[in-house]
């Protein structure tokens, strides 16, 4: 098993460009989540979704889109990239159900914005 | 806004000492999770406690929860190199769809 991957690890944007990250999971899990991380800030959720085709926002949705076609996808996107949106980003998924909420982490993309 | 917050934010100690992080939280939870992130890596789950549950313990680890403190420490007994990361903990109100609240983490330095 892959556990949670995401694609790509790196890139570099221009104001205004847009771009999607890829997040896949081969866990059959029902949940999946986007955050950010910045320095000092710990992790913030962007968005997330508790099954195919459903979405959700998080504490900081602004600027971002969110897709769950497919049960094991979920695509983060950005429309319009701002200098604010510079972070690492993760995926993370689990399972449905309060007394199995441990989430699985992917890898992280580093996206810069200039 | 996150959910909790991690004391002391920086620690720094020699191998083989013991490392002591606290994590105090704001609103009732289901349950208490303790994550540990490798510099450049995703976070990995450590251990989890659950609110009627008062310590647990795998390996090296040692949880706590006061619930009627809100607060919860981890305990890493004989500390090692590569136990350097950073260190979160992210509590679940059961209610909330599988979500988790993390908060900003300690960053532990451990110097062989």
């Known amino acids: 098993n892959a556990g949670v991957t995401q694609t790509p690890k790196f890139r570099v944007l221009k104001t205004g460009q847009s771009m999607t990250l890829l997040c896949a999971q081969d866990?059959?899990?029902?949940?999946m989540y986007w955050y950010r991380q910045d320095p000092g800030m710990g992790l913030r959720l962007i968005h997330y979704s508790v099954g195919e085709g459903t979405t959700a926002k998080g504490e900081v949705p602004d600027g971002y889109n969110v897709s769950r076609l497919k049960k094991q996808n979920f695509l983060l996107g950005l429309e319009s990239a701002a200098p604010s949106q510079t972070s690492v980003y993760f995926c993370?998924?689990?399972?449905?159900?309060?007394?199995?909420?441990?989430?699985?982490f992917g890898p992280g993309t580093r996206l810069t914005v200039l | 806004s996150q959910q909790g917050e991690e004391d002391p934010q920086a620690l720094s100690i020699q191998e083989g000492e013991n490392a002591t992080m606290n994590c105090s939280y704001k609103?009732?939870?289901?349950?208490l999770q303790w994550y540990r992130q490798n510099s450049g890596r995703g976070l990995v789950h450590l251990i989890l406690i659950r609110s009627n549950e008062r310590e647990k313990h795998s390996g090296r680890l040692r949880v706590t929860l006061d619930t009627s403190k809100k607060s919860s420490s981890l305990l890493i007994t004989a500390s090692r190199a590569a136990d350097t990361a950073s260190y979160f903990c992210?509590?679940?109100?059961?209610?909330?769809?599988?979500?988790?609240?993390f908060g900003r983490g300690t960053q532990l330095t451990v110097w062989p």
């Open positions: 992210a509590t679940g109100r059961g209610s909330t769809l599988g979500r988790l609240y």
């Open positions: 866990m059959n899990h029902e949940y």
């Open positions: 609103t009732s939870i289901n349950n």
């Open positions: 993370a998924s689990n399972q449905a159900g309060a007394s199995t909420d441990t989430q699985y």
